[in-house]
């Protein structure tokens, strides 16, 4: 956040990645979502976004990247912002994404830390993009479950951030490479408390379970797995594919938000009253624990 007067700050964030999906105009919008999602995870709204382009335009036609372009600039339209202009390298591998500039009163910017002992944790969006989308590269994957997948990556967090402002938010994270446990360990250690999940609660994408259990995992699953080993607590309760769901990277996934426990039912009504479907109540803040997290 970068202050400009008493009552207005800006806020940067940057995200590029290669081709989840076949579709390139669809792949433009999903990396568009993404790179949005981290202004309305901080409270804010966009204003401006700038193209970033790996292009390899020896095996790709130049068609394929005015269709990722088109896409990425109707979610920034649908955002409200303006696409500005942006910057294309040689590549040999294609690569899309966004830098967007966002604004947010200083006094009202969330951060993903500040959660309180006591506080409930509410979800906006179902897990397992990951695992759907590496299920698609082997052909795994049925159009019903892709289908729901895309809609829930394409869908900006616009609506879920709006709402949200109306209420004591104290920290929220839009949950994206690091899975569901990863931003939840940085919520936890940033803020000094335990996060606890109810496994039963978790929004699911169609199919997420099935085909973690059939192995169809990314290695980012397996990084960060390794990387909360000693940090995250999993009941034996939990089932092997839930628990891979959770530590699933998410591509434009949703928002995890802390705010009092009296509040959270009413936030939920809220969000789904206007369109956020997977709205959810998933679990609680606690003060420190033997691990940061909890999934039972």
């Known amino acids: ?3 400009l007067r008493r009552d207005l700050a800006i806020v ?3 995200d590029f990645f290669t081709p989840i ?4 105009y669809v792949f433009g919008q999903i990396a568009a979502a993404n790179a949005l999602s981290d202004v309305y995870a901080m409270g804010g709204n966009p204003i401006t976004a700038l193209n970033i382009v790996g292009f390899p335009k020896d095996r790709l036609d130049l068609e394929v990247l005015a269709e990722i372009i088109k896409g990425g600039a109707e979610r920034v339209r649908r955002a409200g912002a303006v696409l500005v202009g942006g910057h294309t390298i040689l590549d040999p591998e294609l690569k899309y994404g966004m830098a967007v500039t966002g604004v947010v009163h200083p006094d009202r910017v969330w951060r993903n830390v ?3 002992a006591g ?3 509410v979800l906006t969006k179902a897990l397992g993009t990951g695992i759907v989308t590496t299920a698609l590269k082997r052909r795994k994957v049925s159009r019903a479950e892709l ?3 895309v809609a829930s990556m394409v869908a900006l967090n616009d609506v879920a951030s709006r709402v949200a402002r109306a209420f004591p938010v104290h920290a929220c994270s839009d949950i994206t490479g690091f899975g569901l446990l990863g931003h939840a360990t940085e919520m936890a250690m940033g803020s000094g408390v335990s996060l606890v999940f109810e496994a039963a609660k978790l929004p699911l994408l169609p199919g997420a379970v099935r085909l973690a259990e059939a192995g169809l995992l990314t290695g980012g699953c397996k990084r960060n797995r390794a990387y909360l080993s000693d940090k995250v607590a999993i009941s034996p309760s939990v089932g092997a594919g839930l628990e891979e769901v959770a530590f699933d990277p998410q591509t434009s996934g949703g928002l995890l938000i802390a705010l009092p426990a009296k509040d959270a039912d ?5 969000l789904k009253a206007a369109g956020v479907a997977a709205a959810t109540t998933i679990g609680r803040v606690q003060s420190r624990q033997d691990a940061w997290v909890h999934l039972g």
């Open 1 to 3: 956040m970068f202050r």
């Open 12 to 14: 940067n964030t940057v």
């Open 21 to 24: 999906v076949d579709d390139p």
């Open 114 to 116: 500040g959660a309180k």
């Open 119 to 121: 506080d409930a944790l």
């Open 147 to 149: 289908r729901a997948t």
């Open 266 to 270: 009413r936030l939920v009504r809220k």
